[in-house]
T-cell receptor
Framework: QKEVEQNSGPLSVPEGAIASLNCTYS??????FFWYRQYSGKSPELIMS????GDKEDGRFTAQLNKASQYVSLLIRDSQPSDSATYLC?????????????FGQGTILTVHP | GAGVSQSPSNKVTEKGKDVELRCDPISGHTALYWYRQRLGQGLEFLIYFQGNSAPDKSGLPSDRFSAERTGESVSTLTIQRTQQEDSAVYLC?????????????FGPGTRLTVL
């Protein structure tokens, strides 16, 4: 089992819809969770971080964390064509592994007009 | 403020040559990380520096790879005797401190092509 798994997609949604991106992780001791956006040919850009169970909202983005289910998700409301990118889920295991991020393979999102 | 910078942006080299990649972290960030991203793949952790502590080298794929950092400033990743499988984008990131909750910010990367 991979340490961090994402639905591989690609995910295609119409403009204005809600895009839902999912991520599961294997280590129950994981302590912090991040979503990065990566445009083609560019480096990852941090868009959300979440550390506690529940929802965290920032503009059109909402991150959801459920540690019991080892599940983290990202919702993008009112999706725009400019949101088309690869979304990377990253997990920090904490403890002696602090500092190291383990990434999922990414989900390709396409928002079509 | 200035973000993480990396140089060169692109490097083409011949198999067997040595290469050096440079990373300049965000000012005030004490933690620095190197990752590798092969074409169409996710990011692989390589090495992590936190202040004056011994670096975490657990992700380095072979002894051909090494990295140095002077204090809390610039870092250099060196790949000796490059192989074609070393072709990838090498990404550097920095954070305020190497603690669990600190967010990592990435530089633009160095695209390495080994012919």
């Amino acid at each position: 089992q991979k340490e961090v798994e994402q639905n591989s997609g690609p995910l295609s949604v119409p403009e204005g819809a809600i895009a839902s991106l999912n991520c599961t992780y294997s280590d129950r001791g994981s302590q912090s969770f991040f979503w990065y956006r990566q445009y083609s040919g560019k480096s990852p850009e941090l868009i959300m971080s979440i550390y506690s169970n529940g929802d965290k909202e920032d503009g059109r983005f909402t991150a959801q964390l459920n540690k019991a289910s080892q599940y983290v998700s990202l919702l993008i409301r009112d999706s725009q064509p400019s949101d088309s990118a690869t979304y990377l889920c990253a997990v920090n295991l904490g403890g002696t592994s602090y500092g190291k991020l383990t990434f999922g393979q990414g989900t390709i999102l396409t928002v079509h007009p | 403020g200035a973000g993480v910078s990396q140089s060169p942006s692109n490097k083409v080299t011949e198999k067997g040559k040595d290469v050096e990649l440079r990373c300049d972290p965000i000012s005030g960030h004490t933690a620095l990380y190197w990752y590798r991203q092969r074409l169409g793949q996710g990011l692989e952790f390589l090495i992590y520096f936190q202040g004056n502590s011994a670096p975490d080298k657990s992700g380095l794929p072979s002894d051909r790879f090494s990295a140095e950092r002077t204090g809390e400033s610039v870092s250099t990743l060196t790949i000796q005797r490059t192989q074609q499988e070393d072709s990838a984008v090498y990404l550097c990131a920095s954070s305020l401190a190497g603690r669990t909750y600190n967010e990592q910010f990435f530089g633009p990367g160095t695209r390495l092509t080994v012919l």
